[in-house]
């Protein structure tokens, strides 16, 4: 398969040793603030699994690494604080071991929202520049999960791009599929493709921009897998029929941090299937700009877009341009994010609360101590 490059990169970073990796002036800034003031000689690494306790990495050979006591506790203070996919991290030789010394700045950060009371958020992945949304041609399009994915993506930080995927199934219903998806898919561009026949491949493969960092979105049997392999021209991930037939892995390495033939990278990240609506709300904005454009022409700034009148919103549903399931969908995903933010806000109330009381006991048990009884 050939790639072109429209795009070129901001600093061509191939000379570099972590070039394949994705490193660039940013990050190099980001590990210049902690490398100089460190008492042991520090390397910059990129993990590519995080595990419970340790990270694999890439510098550029395959590592594993245990977090420094610093690393650790503050992961355990904030979980987000952990070393994820994609981090790049700072570590040093400790004997025969590698210890993440630092976790660097990041840039995108791909976050699942704590679900249980106490749980915490969740860093899926870090240092992302886009999102490769896919979703089959031939089963729907399920346009209120396309919302989610694109909210998700847009919290972020980093762009999303839509695949239409398994082109060739949807027969002559492709065009009607192409366009209920563009309907929901505002400021985000829409791929048609297929693995298996070819088409649209060469022109996604040309957005892939050398050193980026790409992760996938998609419900299960959505063609995630397939696709990558068809745009890396090779096996690089099991595809469902694979994992059918064998109950494991077929790929012959399993490889988290996966290169592209032009030199982009897929986060390979387990688990991403479960979304829930980031609580910081503007990914949600993001995704319905357009009725956030409309809501702007209110006549009232407050508008709740219910019986007032000059309503944008309302008038837009009456010509027919905005179709009202969209319309309630938007309220339902900021309903949600709103009540996510609510509940993170509560958890790190209670958090507080346990820690003031810990702090009591401590000081205490201290005076108990001074007293001498
Ligand atoms: N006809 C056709 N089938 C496809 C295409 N892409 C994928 N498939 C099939 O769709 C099924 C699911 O594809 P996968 O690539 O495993 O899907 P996935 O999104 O990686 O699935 P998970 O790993 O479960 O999330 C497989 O049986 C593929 O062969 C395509 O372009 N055309
Ligand atoms: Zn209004």
Request: charged share 30%; hydrophobic share 40%; glycine share 10%.
């Amino acid at each position: 398969m050939s790639h072109h490059n429209t795009n070129t990169a901001a600093d061509d970073n191939s000379f570099h040793p972590l070039g394949q990796l994705g490193w660039n002036s940013r990050v190099e800034a980001a590990f210049e603030t902690v490398a100089p003031g460190s008492e042991h000689a520090l390397y910059p690494a990129r993990v590519t699994e995080a595990r419970r306790g340790s990270v694999g990495l890439r510098m550029p050979q395959h590592e594993t690494a245990k977090l420094s006591p610093r690393v650790r506790k503050a992961a355990e203070a904030d979980h987000s604080t952990a070393p994820t996919s994609g981090d790049w991290v700072a570590v040093r030789r400790s004997g025969d071991a590698w210890l993440v010394e630092a976790v660097l700045d990041r840039a995108g950060t791909l976050v699942r929202q704590g679900v249980a009371k106490d749980s915490h958020d969740q860093v899926l992945a870090a240092n992302i520049d886009a999102v490769l949304i896919c979703e089959a041609a031939d089963q729907g399009p399920n346009v209120g999960r396309l919302e989610r994915f694109l909210s998700l993506a847009w919290a972020s930080g980093a762009t999303p791009v839509v695949a239409v995927t398994k082109a060739e199934l949807a027969g002559d219903r492709l065009p009607e599929v192409v366009e209920l998806v563009e309907t929901v898919t505002t400021g985000a561009d829409v791929h048609t493709v297929s693995a298996h026949t070819g088409l649209g491949l060469a022109e996604l493969a040309a957005r892939l921009r050398p050193g980026s960092t790409w992760v996938l979105l998609g419900t299960s049997g959505a063609g995630k897998s397939s696709l990558l392999n068809a745009l890396a021209g090779d096996t690089v991930m099991d595809t469902g029929e694979i994992r059918d037939d064998r109950r494991g892995r077929h790929t012959t390495t399993h490889r988290q941090l996966i290169p592209m033939p032009g030199g982009a990278l897929f986060l390979d990240i387990p688990g991403v299937r479960r979304i829930d609506v980031p609580g910081d709300g503007s990914g949600v904005d993001r995704t319905f700009a357009d009725i956030g454009e409309l809501a702007e022409r209110c006549r009232f700034r407050d508008c709740s877009h219910g019986a007032e009148p000059g309503c944008a919103v309302n008038a837009a549903v009456d010509e027919g341009e905005l179709d009202t399931r969209r319309l309630e969908r938007w309220y339902r995903l900021r309903r949600e994010a709103e009540w996510n933010r609510s509940r993170g806000d509560a958890r790190l109330r209670a958090e507080r609360r346990k820690e003031w009381k810990r702090n009591d006991r401590v000081g205490r048990e201290a005076a108990r101590l001074k007293r001498g009884f």
